[in-house]
């Protein structure tokens, strides 16, 4: 869908966290209560500099999820500077483990 993703980048503590893209999709996909797998048919090539190959492969869900409309007005993320800050500290230890779960190689990691 268009609109864009949350996009920002963390450094050490004590130095605030850069939002680059506040997220504007108009709708967002939810994952029923217990979760679900995600399968991508994925390139490597995608991240390539000089090809222009994002958003060319679907992503399939083992259960249905719901589709619905975002809206923003009451989204503190975008409204509180400690909630913000917070959060994204906390996706980035998440991502800081998963790639010292990989030995250390940088992963893409979305949604």
Request: net charge negative.
């Amino acid at each position: 869908s268009p609109g864009r993703a949350l996009s920002a980048t963390v450094g050490p503590a004590g130095q605030a966290a850069t939002v680059h893209v506040y997220p504007s999709k108009p709708e967002g996909i939810f994952a029923p209560e217990g979760g679900t797998l995600i399968f991508r048919s994925d390139s490597n090539g995608e991240d390539l500099e000089g090809f222009a190959g994002a958003g060319l492969y679907d992503s399939i869900t083992v259960t249905n999820c719901l589709h619905r409309a975002i809206g923003y007005a009451d989204e503190p993320l975008l409204f509180d500077a400690g909630f913000r800050e917070n959060m994204l500290r906390k996706l980035y230890e998440v991502g800081r483990l998963v790639e010292a779960n990989f030995g250390g190689a940088h992963q893409d990691i979305e949604g």
